[in-house]
């Protein structure tokens, strides 16, 4: 059992990856990439350290999440093959006593041929057999696309505060009724429920990390089961909460007139007139219009700088781009 328990945990998580985890992401790619089409025609207030910061697209910002996931569906192809690198063979300490020379070559070549896992022999099986090595690394992927998945419901739960008193840039879909003394109130529990699943992963991923340190002495670790556990717990849990998320959150956003509202009201784009009006004039522009609540377009004008200049540097479609041509630079 010291080299087969390993195998078959190790074996378990790269189905649920393969079988759970890759399929789900792979549907919330395709729902992100899609949603990114959809908003790309819509430019908001892109924020650094939750302050204004210069125009982007929602489209962008989507963009940029359908990447995320995409670099999350490749983190679980590296931990398929990391699980892949079996201990079967070793037998009680490794060194393969009391079995055919054969057998771990055959029974992996078979197995990889049942599961379309690419099972092979470990290279090293007093190293595979000792450690949780390879259940910590392909843990630590599994808690990595987590924390990716926490970013994007985490910005897409703010991008629907409101509905009058917050952002209000997203409408999210009402699946249910979200107060029992407040009529009417939608709360965002889909991204909410999904955020809880990964405070689990989060906690799985410790108990395997103390595991891994912890349980190994010598030649066997003796925390398996409850890293296994863990292991799989993260997974199945991780892939549903991805599908639902896709499903019952992603798949019916709307985007709202708020962020083209706001916008056009940041004094973030007074960034544009640097090369008009220059660095500093430009910063007394924002400020004056975070005092006043005047747009940026009404202050450069009352300081005369002109309609055609106005109209040039302050085309926020430019300010979504690369270069020097939307503020100002250029022809």
């Known amino acids: 059992s010291n080299d087969v328990i390993p195998t078959a945990i190790q074996l378990a998580s790269a189905s649920a990856i393969k079988d759970e985890l890759i399929p789900a992401l792979e549907r919330l790619q395709r729902a992100l990439a899609a949603k ?18 210069t125009p982007i697209r929602l489209g962008q910002e989507f963009k940029g999440y359908a990447g995320q996931i995409e670099e999350s569906i490749r983190r679980a192809q590296a931990a398929i093959d990391e699980l892949s690198r079996v201990p079967l063979g070793g037998t009680a300490v490794g060194t393969g006593i009391n079995s055919h020379p054969q057998f771990a070559r055959i029974v992996t070549a078979r197995l990889a041929k049942e599961t379309r896992i690419p099972v092979k022999e470990a290279v090293n099986h007093f190293h595979a057999q000792a450690t949780l090595d390879v259940l910590v690394a392909a843990h630590g992927a599994v808690r990595t696309i987590a924390t990716s998945l926490w970013k994007i419901g985490s910005d897409i739960r703010l991008m629907g505060t409101g509905p009058i008193a917050g952002l209000g840039e997203l409408r999210l879909p009402e699946t249910q009724p979200g107060s029992s003394i407040m009529p009417g109130k939608v709360n965002p529990v889909i991204v909410e429920s999904l955020l809880m699943v990964i405070a689990r992963v989060y906690g799985n991923d410790a108990t395997i990390l103390i595991s891994g340190q912890s349980g190994s002495f010598f030649e066997l670790n003796v925390m398996m089961p409850v890293a296994g556990f863990a292991m799989l ?21 709307q985007a709202t007139d708020r962020g083209p509202e706001l916008v056009e009201r940041s004094p973030m784009l007074a960034t544009a007139l640097n ?14 219009s975070m005092r006043t609540g005047r747009s940026i377009r009404q202050l450069a004008r009352a300081r005369g700088v002109g309609e055609k200049d106005l109209n040039r540097v302050l085309d926020l479609g430019k300010m979504t781009k690369p270069g020097l041509e939307g503020p100002g630079g250029g022809g």
Do not use: M
């Open 36 to 53: 990114s089409k959809e908003f790309w025609p819509v430019i908001k207030t892109g924020r650094t350290h939750l302050q204004d910061a």
């Open 233 to 253: 717990e993260s997974i199945t849990l991780l892939a549903a909460a991805t599908r639902n998320f896709s499903e019952r959150c992603v798949e019916g956003l």
């Open 275 to 288: 090369p008009v009006i220059g660095y500093d004039e430009a910063g007394k522009l924002a400020k004056e």
